[in-house]
């Protein structure tokens, strides 16, 4: 008789994984051990004896990362393996290869695609909704974010993890060889680019606190015009193009965290020196009173 | 700050910080979001309001600020609470830019603090891994929650809420020595707003290095950019218009790829 696990120890994986998939990380296994404890409602179902179930689990506590959230598919696939496993058609070989063939592919498309395209988005779109809503009413962004995003995460990845358990790795290989992925992947890029974009411009602002203030004298009239702006920094660089200040200094940014590896606490550092040196322009210029 | 507001906060700082009871969905990627913090912490200190016009900015600039593990910068459920919870605190009399810069600063305290839990944190974890080691030896299946969510949890609770309640209650034990708005000199408070203003870009410029993986893209960012500064778009319709695009762009792939198989 075949062994086929129940959908209540698939359920049980599923939520060991989604709600303690972080609780233990360190840089030893990373994930290793909520792996472990994510399978072990599939180990006890799959396996009779205690010393199959000490093996089972000792090779699901080892070195195991992804990014958690698109990575359940990883415990569907594995829980599709062990189930074979039981019934003599898999090996533990395979299975720890193949999870740590995993780590790769589900850690860069959760990162890229889920973490660092959908959060920003869905966030921009409900800071939208603050920004329009009266200041009254500017939780409402807030609450639509802590509701909308664990909601759709969560059955995403629910779908993901029996997709992996159903189709297995061949189901997964096969879907990534479609090229949709990709697309997708460029479409929501091409997405959080233009949104970005327009955040940028809303939200970033550096000035150069600088201008020249002189009494003019007026010859059509005659009269002498009192505190009359003749030159002023930042009007004259929006003319020539709107923002370019706060532009150039995302790209800046973008430069030295990307291109030089900056960390973000020197990043922060510089900006700091930065603000508190136009600050200082704008007082000994007489800008700030 | 009352005792409650203090242990309120703290306990969520510890529910968004990365890896809590709650998981990572619920916690780190939704409640330790700024704009999620700022809410919650406006709810607790009963100014809503305030909160979220502190929350808004604080988002745009730890926007980049996403991926769990080794790379954290700052621990970014730290830095938000205590951001906003800071901001309301000292900057009663304030005006806006100026609470704002405050928030930015406060936050900057809390991460560092946050920054240093997650490390012992990391560390402290990985005796587990002997205790895990042990009960998968003895196939005890019943046992594996214990190594990760008892004792993961326990060593989690401890970096994150008692820090926290401690940098909580010297605040508030500092900020009730006078009046901070008005100590605060004049050029201070002009150099955080300024630095708030430049700090949103820091989260953009990080944000950019996810998104951007070919030259031509950075075309793509620019246009985002002039909606907004030529055409007047808020950010909303951008988003609206943005999705459309999107949307066209991938069927636009999809058919030119069968086209070409």
């Known amino acids: 008789m075949s062994k086929k696990l129940s959908k209540k120890a698939l359920d049980k994986v599923f939520w060991n994984w989604f709600f303690w998939n972080g609780c233990s990380q360190q840089a030893e296994s990373m994930l290793g051990m909520a792996f472990g404890q994510s399978m072990a409602p599939a180990i006890e179902e799959l396996y009779d004896t205690k010393e199959e179930k000490a093996e089972a689990m000792q090779r699901h506590i080892t070195l195991f990362n992804t990014e958690a959230q698109v990575g359940s598919i990883c415990n569907g696939i594995v829980c599709g393996m062990e189930e074979a496993n039981a019934n003599n058609q898999c090996t533990p070989e395979v299975i720890s290869s193949v999870k740590v063939a995993l780590i790769g592919p589900t850690s860069a498309i959760g990162d890229s695609l889920w973490v660092a395209t959908i959060i920003p988005i869905l966030l921009t779109i409900c800071l939208s909704i603050s920004q329009g809503a009266s200041t009254s009413m500017a939780w409402i962004g807030a609450f639509l974010y802590l509701l909308t995003y664990p909601v759709l995460t969560c059955l995403l990845s629910r779908k993901l993890f029996y997709f992996g358990y159903k189709s297995g790795l061949e189901g997964m290989s096969k879907f990534m060889a479609t090229g949709k992925m990709d697309i997708l992947t460029n479409s929501m890029n091409f997405l959080g680019l233009l949104v970005v974009g327009a955040l940028t411009a809303a939200f970033v602002t550096c000035s150069i606190p600088f201008q020249i203030v002189k009494d003019v004298f007026d010859a059509t009239t005659g009269e002498i015009l009192t505190d009359q702006v003749i030159f002023n920094a930042d009007t004259m660089l929006d003319s020539i193009f709107p923002k370019l200040l706060p532009l150039l200094l995302v790209l800046c940014v973008y430069y030295l965290y990307a291109k030089k590896k900056w960390s973000p606490m020197k990043l922060m550092g510089v900006i700091l020196v930065l603000a508190a040196g136009l600050t200082a322009i704008g007082y000994l210029t007489g800008f700030y009173v | ?261």
């Open chain 2, 1 to 261: 700050m009352s005792v409650i507001q203090i242990i309120a906060i703290a306990f969520f700082i510890y529910l968004g910080s990365i890896g809590s009871i709650v998981g990572n969905t619920i916690g780190w990627y939704a409640l330790g979001r700024p704009l999620v913090a700022s809410f919650i912490v406006g709810l607790i200190m009963g100014d809503v309001q305030t909160a979220m016009v502190i929350g808004v900015p604080l988002q745009i600039m730890y926007m980049g600020n996403v991926t769990p593990g080794g790379a954290v910068a700052w621990d970014l459920s730290y830095a938000t609470y205590i951001g906003t919870a800071g901001a309301l605190v000292f900057g009663k009399g304030m005006d806006m830019t100026q609470i704002i810069g405050l928030a930015v600063v406060f936050a900057g305290i809390g991460g560092l603090i946050g920054q240093i839990m997650w490390n012992v944190s990391y560390a402290l974890n990985l005796p587990l891994n002997r205790i895990a080691d042990k009960y998968a030896r003895q196939g005890d299946t019943k046992k594996m929650y214990i190594p990760n969510v008892v004792y993961g949890q326990l060593i989690g609770f401890v970096c994150r809420f008692i820090p926290a309640v401690l940098l909580l209650s010297s605040m508030t034990a500092v900020s009730s020595q006078g009046d901070f708005a008005s100590m605060i000199p004049g050029w201070v408070t002009t150099m955080l707003s300024t630095f708030g203003g430049m700090m949103a870009a820091l989260g953009m410029g990080i944000i950019l290095s996810f998104l951007l993986k070919k030259k031509w893209q950075i075309c793509v960012y620019l246009l985002g950019f002039v909606m907004v500064t030529y055409l007047n778009l808020n950010t909303m319709a951008v988003a609206v218009i943005a999705t459309l695009l999107a949307v066209v762009y991938y069927v636009f792939q999809i058919e030119q790829k069968e086209v070409q198989a």
